[in-house]
Every structure is written in structure tokens, then in C-alpha cells.
């Protein structure tokens, strides 16, 4: 995550928390950043004709963000970590409306190599399948579920997950191992 005073962030999502909307227009400079490095981390992982530029994916998930009315932001990492969610969530939704509007759109299965998916030329199909095989995981193990949500789609590293998550780094590590190994399981069979 960047360098930006943590602090002042967390201040302003406090205050937004308190329903104070007056904060939108002063928080986002301090935020634009890290959503565009992380709405970048997933548009890499897409396939290469992708429609979704990482401003656009950015200025939705920010509007979904900052519309959230139940969340009580805790921090800049929670902030964060809600936000790989909703860029997740809304690339998602982008996968499906392609594969609906594809002829013949049969989804490959391919297995998660380290921390990127092998590339091919359609990765809608591979998205939904790792979807659909992390919300498998998320039933029967949601911590590692949101450790691979947030280290494949969020980009975090792994101390910035452990942050997130409010866990230490050998836990982190030991969950995105697992995790890994689960999924590759999943996706290969």
C-alpha cells in the first residue's frame, strides 16, 4: 500500500462512517492511487481485449465504496480490503455479461500457477471458474479464501493481507499455500 498518512485516511473514513459526506470530495486524492494499482493488478489477469479500463473499474468501485452505508470503516487496510471486494465483485459481473453475449463460450479449466493464472485468450472463462472454485473454498474455509482474495485479486503482499486480515505473516503464508494448493486441486479436476 502507499506511503500516504494512514492515519488522515483512516480519519476521513471515520468521518464518513458518522455520515459525514463532505469528506468524499477530500478522501480520494488520498485514495485514487491504490485503487488504480489495484484495479491495474486485476486488469492484468484479464484477457488482453478487455473493455474495462482500470479508470473505469476504479470510478465504479469508488462510487460502491463510498455509497456504503452499513460498513464501519476501521482503517486504510479494511478500506483496502473492502475495495479488492468490490473490484473482484464487478469484474465478475464483467466476466459473465461477456460469456453470456460470447457464441459458444465453453469455460476452460486452468490451474492457479503461483500468484497468476496461465494465459490464454479468453480469461473471462478462467475468472469464473477461479470464482466459482474460491466461493467453494469460501464455504468451507473463508479465511483462506479472503487470503487468495486478497494476494491473486487485490494484489496485496503478504504482509499487507496479514494487516487486512488482522493475522500474522506465517499465518498469511500458511493460508495462501493452502489455499493454492486447494484451488489448484479444484481447477484441475
Same mark, same amino acid.
Request: glycine letters at 0%.
Given at each position: 500500500m502507499s506511503n500516504e498518512p494512514s492515519g488522515e485516511i483512516t480519519a476521513m473514513l471515520i468521518e464518513l462512517t458518522e455520515g459525514n459526506q463532505e469528506v468524499v470530495d477530500r478522501i480520494l486524492p488520498f485514495i485514487y492511487d491504490e485503487l488504480r494499482r489495484l484495479a491495474g493488478s486485476y486488469l492484468r489477469r484479464e484477457r488482453p481485449d478487455h473493455t474495462l479500463q482500470p479508470t473505469a473499474l476504479v470510478h465504479e =468501485?469508488?462510487?460502491k465504496l463510498i455509497d456504503q452505508k452499513k460498513v464501519q470503516w476501521q482503517?486504510? =487496510?479494511h478500506f483496502f480490503g473492502i475495495a479488492a471486494q468490490v473490484m473482484r465483485r464487478l469484474l465478475m459481473d464483467h466476466a459473465r455479461k461477456h460469456l453470456a453475449n460470447k457464441r459458444g463460450g465453453d469455460a476452460e479449466v486452468l490451474p492457479l500457477e503461483e500468484e497468476i493464472l496461465v494465459v490464454s485468450h479468453d480469461r473471462s472463462a478462467e475468472l469464473l471458474a477461479l470464482d466459482d472454485a474460491l466461493e467453494r !473454498?469460501? #464455504?468451507i474455509d473463508p479465511p483462506k479464501a479472503r487470503v487468495v #482474495? !486478497?494476494?491473486y485479486f487485490g494484489g496485496l503482499s503478504i504482509e499487507e493481507t496479514a494487516e487486512v486480515l488482522g493475522v500474522s505473516v506465517p499465518t498469511v503464508n500458511r493460508h495462501w499455500?493452502? =489455499?493454492k494448493a486447494w484451488l489448484y486441486s479444484e481447477l484441475a479436476g
Open positions: =468501485a469508488y462510487m482503517n486504510r =487496510a !473454498l469460501s #464455504e #482474495e !486478497l494476494r499455500k493452502m =489455499a
